[in-house]
Each structure stands twice: as C-alpha cells, then as structure tokens.
C-alpha cells in the first residue's frame, strides 16, 4: 500500500509548456491526501523559489529542496541539511573565483553567481527562475553549486570538480552539482524515517537525470512521458507527457485511490 509519494517539479507537476500545474493534477494531489496519503515536493530548486511556484493553495507534506541537501517541514522551515565538507567548499569557491565557467553557488538562504553567459540564460529561461545576482563567496555553508553546460562539455566539466562530488542534470544547459553521498534519496529517506514509511510504501515521479536515484529507490518509480530516455529506461512504468495529464493516469494505472 502506497503511503507516501515524492514529486520533481519541473516537467513533472510544473509544465514547461504552460509554466502552470494542469487542473487534473491539482485535483489529485488533493485526492491523495483526502486519502490519507502524504504527498512531498523533490526538486532540484531552492527554497526561495517554492513562493513562485503556482501551486494554489496544496500544501505539500514535506519539500526536499537542492537534490536532498536541504529539507523543509510543511510550513518550509528547515529540518534538515547536509552542506559541503569544508574541504569540498574550498575546491568550489577555488573554481568560483577562477571564473573558468559560469558556477552558482547555493546556501540556505541564497544563491549567486560567478558570471552569466548565453548558458545561464537558456537554462533559468527554461524553468522561468531569475539569473542569480553576481556575487562574492562570505563564508557561509554551501549546500549545492550549479553549473550551466551543454552534455557534451560534461567531460571538460568534471575535470575541475572535487573527487567527492558528482553531476545531476536537470535540463539541457543546467547541470546541479552534489555530493556523491547526496541525492533526491537522502531527503526521501529522512522524510520516511521521519514518518514512519517503509520504502516498499513510496512511489516516486519525474522526469530529468536528477530524478534517476529516487525513480529506481520507491517502490513504485514513474517517468513522465516527457521524461529523457535515460528516466524511462530505469523507471516502473513510463506514464502520458505532463500536459496529457501524466501524473493522474499513473494514479489511476496502479490503483492508488481505491
């Protein structure tokens, strides 16, 4: 029995197409819950873009924010957080300083930039988030970077990157940048810990490389149609495209509202 389900958000519940949540599946999330069933946000995202989210009105059980890094209770106060070792911090800030590529870096409560280029632009563009600001690096944890590079250029990219971290992209210029221990799992797992859910008891939507860990960790791991080939390859069950209401016919495919 499904006791908790974990959505991304871009091209999952959010579409890109119509930078709006469709009507069907703001109407099932509020059916899950009726029935009982918690329902959490899991996203690559910051917390300061949940705001502008148009969810209207759903009060998600729980957001897992930074790919797992950051998690918020359902009134988005942090319960948990797991920044960098300060031995991978120094390596980043090192790169953020050279400038050799564009690098955001993200703390608790903000993020920032090293510089914007064509790059920058066409990824924020796509989940239609503001360029960072232009900023200097103050000290502070820092719990996720983010780098904007096509695929192709991945390999120039890990050259420069601490041995402990690893690449999670989530879309065609924009590629996250997190600990190898981290991942959309470990807010899963805290979440589950935290509530009592076994792992046979989850079920798990999306549709970018970032989602892959989580997809192949529940129970039940759903791609969109919309999802990038390598989602659908490890998913369960490959569902209809986010506007042809992907998200509902999954629901109703394994009969999760008896």
Known sequence: ??????????????????????????????????????????????????????VNGIEFDGYITLNGQLCLDKKRQIIFGK???????????????????????????????????????KAQESISTPIPDISIYDGRNVYQATTFFKKNEEARLQNYLPKECRLVRWCRYGVDIISV??????????????YGIAQ???????????????????????AMGNAQDSVKKISDYVTSDIDDNGIKNAIQFFNILR
């Open 1 to 54: 029995m499904i006791k908790a389900i974990f959505f991304d958000v871009d091209g999952t519940f959010l579409s890109h197409r119509t930078k709006q949540i469709p009507q069907d599946t703001k109407r099932v999330l509020r059916e899950l819950q009726k029935n009982g069933i918690k329902i959490f946000m899991a996203t690559g995202r910051h917390s300061t873009e949940l705001s502008r989210l148009p």
């Open 83 to 121: 920044p960098f070792s300060k031995e991978i911090t120094r390596k980043l800030v090192t790169i953020f300083k050279n400038k050799e590529f564009p690098l955001a870096l993200v703390e608790a409560e903000k993020i920032y930039i090293n510089f914007v280029n064509d790059a920058v632009c």
């Open 181 to 194: 221990e981290g991942g959309k799992v470990e807010g899963i797992k805290y979440f589950c810990n935290l």
């Open 200 to 222: 046979n008891e989850i079920m798990a939507f999306g549709d970018a490389e970032n989602d892959i860990d989580m997809i192949e960790y529940a129970h039940i791991g759903v």
